[in-house]
C-alpha cells in the first residue's frame, strides 16, 4: 500500500527557510493530491496547504504569503518551503495524500511526522 | 478561516457511548459532505476513522459513526473501548477550497 516519509533538517534558525520533502512508496503520485499539515508540540492539527499532482496549489490563508509546496513527479515526491521562520513554526510536520481525486477533502494515508524545532 | 469547534474533552466508561461534535458555518462542514474524523494515538500520526461525513475506511472498526446536522458534524463511538482513548480530529472542505480541522478533542475512558 502506499506509504509516505517526510524527511529534512530536524533544527532550523530564526528567519531562515525551513525545508522538507515527502517521499511518496507503494503507489504514483500521479492523480492525486498531497498535503502537508502541521502540529506544534501539544496544540492541534492545522492544515498547511495541498498540491495536485500536476503543479496547482492551495494554501492556508494564515500562512500562504511564507509557504511554498511543489511535485516533483519523476522522484514520487513533493515538498514543503516556509520561509521567515520563528519559534511559532516548531512543530511535527505531517504529509498526507488525499485519496479522493476530484476533490481534496480526508487525508489518508499520512507520514510519521517530523519534528522540526526553530531555534538558533 | 477559524478552526472547527470542538469540546475540549469528553469522557465515557466502557461499554457505554460517546459523541463528539464538530461545529463549522455554511461555508464549510455546512455547506459540504466532506466532514471526516481522525484518532491520534500519543507520538504517532492520525488515523482516519470516518469520510465524507459518514463512510468509514476499510479496516475501521463499526462501532465509530459520522453524521451531521446543519453545521454541526458529530463523531459517535458506541461500545466504548479502553483502546479508544486518544485524541479525536474533525476537518472539513471549504468553499475557499482550503481545509479546516477543529481543535481536537481528548476522549478519556474512564
Known amino acids: 500500500q502506499v506509504q509516505l516519509q517526510e524527511s529534512g533538517p530536524g533544527l532550523v534558525k530564526p528567519s531562515e527557510t525551513l525545508s522538507l520533502t515527502c517521499t511518496v512508496s507503494?503507489?504514483?503520485?500521479?492523480?492525486?493530491?498531497w498535503s502537508w499539515i502541521r502540529q506544534p508540540p501539544g496544540k492541534g492539527l492545522e492544515w498547511i496547504g495541498y498540491?495536485?499532482?500536476?503543479?496547482?496549489?492551495n494554501y492556508n490563508p494564515s500562512l500562504k504569503s511564507r509557504v511554498n509546496i511543489s511535485v516533483d513527479t519523476s522522484k514520487n515526491q513533493f515538498s514543503l518551503n516556509v520561509s521567515s521562520v520563528t519559534a511559532a513554526d516548531t512543530a511535527v510536520y505531517f504529509c498526507?495524500?488525499?485519496?479522493?481525486?476530484?476533490?481534496?477533502?480526508?487525508?489518508?494515508?499520512w507520514g510519521q511526522g517530523t519534528l522540526v524545532t526553530v531555534s538558533s | 478561516q477559524s478552526a472547527l469547534t470542538q469540546p475540549a474533552s469528553v469522557s465515557g466508561s466502557p461499554g457505554q457511548s460517546i459523541t463528539i461534535s464538530c461545529t463549522g458555518t455554511?461555508?464549510?462542514?455546512?455547506?459540504?459532505?466532506?466532514v471526516s474524523w481522525y484518532q491520534q494515538q500519543p507520538g504517532k500520526a492520525p488515523k482516519l476513522m470516518i469520510y465524507?461525513?459518514?463512510k468509514r475506511p476499510s479496516g475501521v472498526s463499526n462501532r465509530f459513526s459520522g453524521s451531521k446536522s446543519g453545521n454541526t458534524a458529530s463523531l459517535t463511538i458506541s461500545g466504548l473501548q479502553a483502546e479508544d482513548e486518544a485524541d479525536y480530529y474533525c476537518?472539513?472542505?471549504?468553499?475557499?477550497?482550503?481545509?479546516?480541522f477543529g481543535g481536537g478533542t481528548k476522549l478519556t475512558v474512564l
Open positions: 498526507a495524500r488525499h485519496p479522493t481525486v476530484t476533490t481534496p477533502r480526508g487525508f489518508d494515508p
Open positions: 507503494g503507489g504514483s503520485i500521479s492523480s492525486y493530491y
Open positions: 498540491i495536485f499532482y500536476s503543479g496547482s496549489t
Open positions: 455554511s461555508s464549510d462542514v455546512g455547506g459540504y459532505n466532506y
Open positions: 465524507d461525513v459518514t
Open positions: 476537518s472539513s472542505y471549504a468553499s475557499s477550497t482550503t481545509l479546516l
